[in-house]
């Protein structure tokens, strides 16, 4: 018997959404999904470091590490605000497929320097909210041309102002890395569980033929034959055909 098992990108996709940089599923049919997430999560105020590693599945050391580098302002009084917590997401998004030294780059072309956040152009939580947006609907839809991009893009930074002369067009660039180098990585995923499921259907259906080879074995009926002196003593003579 042959099964056959079909599994689409949409489906793949839609079981395991969760927020870019996160361990936490959202429905990615609501927009607002993300929003409301993060508003409970900084209801009490900011994050404590345990908190954030609950959300992002980092370990303690590794986003210590980050601030000791200057990858964010440091927390005050041990806490962490949502500012801080999506340049962590971002960073968490995008590492699989850029490494930590390209992504730095990219978010101080756009904010400069990146342990200040006196000189940024966009704060970090509408730069993460924006590329939410945007990968939310990709997830959902696809993405079949590079102006189908542009329009994600700009509507997800509709309500942005431009502090200075430029700033947008630069940030709009920077998206634009972010969800060619997060979909890369969607892909990767994706290649990885259809090759778990191809080895699973292998195993699986090895299993199945040696059930049924000893199944089949164990079904055949025995042929009772007597040689002329075992007819004597009438004892049988056992031979199986196979």
């Known amino acids: 018997m042959l099964y056959t098992l079909i599994i689409t990108w949409k489906e793949m996709n839609k079981v395991e959404w969760t927020l870019p940089g996160t361990v936490l599923s959202v429905d990615a049919d609501r927009p607002q999904a993300a929003e409301d997430v993060f508003s409970s999560l900084f209801l009490a105020g900011g994050l404590v470091l345990s908190q954030v590693t609950q959300v992002t599945g980092l370990e303690p050391y ?63 939580t509408e730069l993460y909210g924006a590329f939410v947006l945007v990968a939310g609907s990709v997830q959902k839809h696809g993405l079949t041309s590079e102006s189908e991009m542009n329009r994600l893009i700009a509507d997800g930074l509709k309500d942005y102002k ?28 994706t290649a990885s569980r259809v090759k778990i499921i191809s080895r699973s259907l292998k195993k699986w259906r090895r299993c199945c033929k040696a059930q049924q080879s000893k199944w089949e074995s164990a079904c055949r009926t025995p042929r009772l034959h007597f040689s002329a002196a075992a007819s004597r003593q009438s004892t049988p003579i056992t031979v199986w055909r196979f």
């Open 62 to 124: 590794i986003i210590q590490n980050w601030v000791r580098r200057g990858f964010l302002a440091p927390p005050k009084q041990r806490k962490y605000t949502r500012r801080q917590l999506s340049r962590i997401l971002m960073i968490n998004a995008l590492k699989s497929t850029l490494s930590i030294e390209q992504i730095c780059k990219l978010l101080s072309y756009i904010n400069g320097a990146l342990d200040d956040e006196g000189d940024d152009t966009i704060d970090d």
């Open 162 to 189: 431009e502090s200075i002369p430029g700033a947008k067009e630069r940030i709009e660039q920077a998206l634009r890395i972010m969800i060619t180098a997060w979909r890369a990585a969607s892909v990767i995923r």
